[in-house]
């Protein structure tokens, strides 16, 4: 029976030895999906915001103040869902 204890150590210690490396691994996951979606909320949120913007400089090079206008608004609205959206996934990507 001796040799029954013997052998079940160090299996037991190799066992603990893989559960450690695999939640190392799953938090050097976890950090590494968090900056790439960082990365690409920031990425996102620059071009709306571009091409928001570029919208707008369209219609007011067209000198018609309601399209300017309309142009103006649409733009607002879609910063404003970009911003909500952002924020809203950065708080999940957060806990």
């Known amino acids: 029976m001796p040799a029954t204890q013997t052998q079940s150590a160090p299996a037991t210690n190799g ?4 559960s450690e ?7 050097k ?8 979606t960082s ?12 091409l928001a913007e570029g919208f707008e400089k369209a219609a ?9 206008t309309a142009a103006s608004t649409q733009a607002d ?3 404003e869902a970009a911003q909500a959206y952002v924020s809203a ?6 806990r």
């Open 15 to 18: 066992l603990e030895n893989v």
């Open 21 to 27: 490396r695999v939640a190392e691994l799953n938090e």
């Open 29 to 36: 996951t976890l950090e590494s999906g968090k900056k790439v």
């Open 39 to 50: 990365t690409y909320l920031d990425s996102y949120e620059k071009a709306v915001t571009q």
């Open 60 to 68: 007011d090079a067209t000198k018609i103040e309601w399209l300017s």
């Open 77 to 79: 609205l879609a910063r």
């Open 89 to 94: 996934a950065r708080e999940l990507v957060a």
